[in-house]
């Protein structure tokens, strides 16, 4: 069965700090796909990447990067040099490549404070 | 990007009366929409997957007479809670799902922003 782990419930740092949340994912199957979506107070889902189980190669978008390792099936997410505005619950999802429901980890919710 | 609009945003009903939340995809016909369910401070749910012309499939443990789903159109899906009790409010997120890459068959998920359910 799928599942997604997301060990830190909340983190708070302080603005300019880099910070690193964590997901681990298990599943069955050889195709699958990971997301990271950033849930704001206002409560609509905003999507931040997708990355399928082929494509183990780090991704970097701004100050956001992604590191997807197989052996340890994880993919954690970077914030670097955070924001008042990165304050958010992030979730990790999973999706199996034969089906179409998205796993959703419990979230992290990250508090960036001034 | 595909856009998913959600009616209304936030509703307050009274135990005992039924609601109707509305789903739309935009900008592209969605043959798949996913009903979740978000209670506070917790993660999304998956309650039910909506196929056009066709019965919606409900997750375990969602009462399919309580939540009615209706996906008569290609844009269109609707989640009627019936007899609403305090313990259905919630956040409710619907996701339409874009048609296959025409040649990968790859697709995406676009979520709605949500409806705020409270039951008085």
Redesign the interface.
């Known amino acids: 069965a799928q599942k997604v782990t997301q060990a830190q419930t909340e983190i708070s740092v302080v603005e300019k700090e880099d910070v690193t949340l964590d997901c681990v994912y298990e599943t069955r199957d050889t195709t699958y796909y990971l997301f990271w ?1 950033k849930q704001p107070p ?4 905003v ?1 931040l990447i ?1 990355r399928n189980s082929f494509d183990e190669q780090n991704e970097i978008s701004g100050r956001y990067s992604w590191n997807f390792q197989k052996s340890t099936s994880s993919f954690n997410f970077t914030i670097t040099a955070s924001q008042v505005v990165d304050s958010a619950v992030y ?1 990790c999802a999973l999706r199996e490549g034969g089906s ?8 992290t ?1 990250l508090t960036v404070n001034p | 990007g595909a856009v998913v609009s959600q009616h209304p945003s936030w509703v307050i009903c009274k135990s005992g009366t039924s609601v109707k939340i509305e789903c739309r995809s935009l900008d592209f016909q969605a043959t798949t929409m996913f009903w979740y369910r978000q209670f506070p401070k917790q993660s999304l749910m998956l309650m039910a997957t909506s196929n056009e012309g066709s019965k919606a499939t409900y997750e375990q443990g969602v009462e399919k007479d309580k939540f009615l789903i209706n996906h008569a159109s290609l844009t269109l899906s609707t989640l009627t809670v019936t007899s609403a009790h305090p313990e259905d409010s919630s956040f409710y997120i619907c996701s339409a799902r874009s048609p296959g890459h025409r040649t990968t068959g790859s697709y995406e998920q676009y979520f709605g922003p949500g409806t705020r359910l409270t039951v008085t």
């Not at chain 1, 206002?42 to 889902?45: D, R």
């Open positions: 979506y206002s409560g609509e889902l999507f997708r979730f179409e429901k998205l796993v959703f980890g419990k979230g919710k």
